[in-house]
């Protein structure tokens, strides 16, 4: 680790991945709804932007993952550029977490076992759902719920359109509201995944 600044507080520590639960820890406290919300960033063919919110479901040694639907539009942009971006920001607390990386699907075990632990709506919701595709009607999509619900009964399983993606980071950035705007920001970077980490304090 190349380390250009000193950093002490909330900004302490050799493993960025920690720091990020750390915060993450912090903010489920403070925050009243969806702590773990990011804006998910992609861009399209045609490399115009687009963003969402998403829910990051785990921070691994190593990547940060969330769930969706492998035909939304999201997955097509991941799939097609192989990379994202996203923003997490605590009101609470004043912070932000910036993420750009690379990305692969999590379409395995880990995968079946979060979509297990679902609520049984949610886990027939996903099959129902063709996320991203235009719908005439509520009921329409009640009525593939309730069709869903015949077929697939109490247990069903994940379906082979619905799962992870996991973001490998080439670079992470810690911000943090400082006084008269004088913010605190480190930024994590390497040329790849398996690249050493440099860190820089960067201007507010
Ligand atoms: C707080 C919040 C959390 C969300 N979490 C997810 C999620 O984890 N996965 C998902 O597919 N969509 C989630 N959504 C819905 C997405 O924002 C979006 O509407 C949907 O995924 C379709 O996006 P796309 O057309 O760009 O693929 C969430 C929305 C909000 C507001």
New binding site residues.
Partial sequence: MQEKSKRTGIFAGDDPFQIARDWLTEAESAEPN?PN?IALSTVDAYGVP?A????LKDIEDGAFV????YG????SEIDDSGMAAFVMHWKSLRRQIRVRGVVERESGTKADAYYASRSLPSRLGAWASK??QPLGSRGELLAEVAKITASKGLHPNRPPFWGGYRIIPTEIEFWADGQHRLHDRFRWSRSGPDSEWSIDRLQP
């Fill in positions: 969806d919300a687009n969402r919110m998403v829910l969330f769930y969706t639907n939304s539009a999201k997955a996320q991203s």
